[in-house]
């Protein structure tokens, strides 16, 4: 699933193609895509309007109109195809005035989601976000705070949208190895110190990520040669192999549904 980093990249780069564009054309290839409103509807009402900007909020794409907000949801497997050719699985295509390749969102299982609305932030599934975990509203005290009246295990709690948006199955793993914390450690039983490790962790992991990358190369296609920092993961998908601490072997258990990677050794 493209998590923060990802669609942090993908944004910048859409950014740099297609704001101050004019949509020419809506191509919808598979209706269910469209939320909330007609294919007919979302394709008259963004026809002719200018991409003032795209911004991203947790994992969700906020393309800012005229008078409209387009609010784009990659899901577990969306992909972004800038191209001339119309990709397989395209769920929805845009041409733009003045660019002869088109923004095409695409999806095998055919799970991303694409909603017109007046004011994105009074959408419920937004509203009920947690702070963006690259911004500022995600301090060190709202951190804390809620870490230490939580029972919930830590590592299903940081990847709950409800309580901090844009980190996921990847990342979160990641950044519990940077801690020294387990993954399944009850959250309220971590020392304010350990919390301090994780806050640091959480910022530092998707800083990294977005500087070398991230995994964005599986999620955005559009001709370039890009970087991979996923060949820098320290635990995640690592099951069986070396610690690249301390040499031992890295476990993966299943929590709250999801795999989990973790050095039995090196976190507490």
């Known amino acids: ?3 923060l980093p990802e669609v942090e990249i993908i944004t910048r780069e859409l950014n740099s193609v297609f704001r101050g564009k ?3 054309d809506v191509l919808v290839y598979r209706d269910k895509a469209i ?14 309007e200018k991409v003032k900007g795209i911004i991203r909020r947790g994992k969700v794409m906020l393309f800012e109109m005229e008078n409209v907000w387009l609010i784009v949801h990659l ?3 969306g992909q972004v195809y800038v191209s001339e050719i119309k990709p397989s699985w ?11 390749r088109c923004l095409y969102l695409c999806d095998f299982r055919g799970l991303v989601e694409l909603r017109l609305s007046e004011d994105p932030y009074k959408e419920l ?19 804390y705070s809620k870490v230490r009246n939580s029972r919930s295990k830590i590592k299903p709690l940081i990847m709950d949208q409800n309580f901090v948006a844009g980190i996921g199955n990847i990342y979160a793993a990641e950044a519990l190895f940077r801690a020294k914390i387990r993954p399944d450690r009850i959250a309220s039983s971590l020392t304010e110190e350990e919390v301090k490790r994780l806050y640091k962790a959480i910022r ?14 599986k999620y955005l296609i559009d001709g370039k040669n890009r970087k991979d920092f996923s060949n820098n993961f320290l635990v995640y998908n690592r099951e069986g192999e070396a610690c690249r601490v301390c040499g031992g072997k890295i476990a993966k258990v299943t929590l709250s549904g999801r795999g ?5 050794t090196c976190q507490v």
């Open 204 to 217: 530092d992991v998707l800083n990294d990520s977005i500087k070398h990358g991230a995994a964005v190369k």
């Open 22 to 24: 004019r949509i020419l």
């Open 90 to 100: 395209a769920l929805v295509g845009f041409k733009f005035e003045g660019e002869k």
């Open 125 to 143: 599934f937004l509203t009920k976000m947690g702070p963006d975990a690259l911004s500022e509203e995600f301090s060190f005290e709202y951190f």
């Open 35 to 48: 939320k909330g409103i007609s294919k007919d509807e979302f394709i008259r009402k963004l026809i002719g």
């Open 260 to 264: 989990t990677y973790f050095c039995p």
């Open 1 to 3: 699933m493209p998590e």
């Open 75 to 77: 899901k577990i497997n």
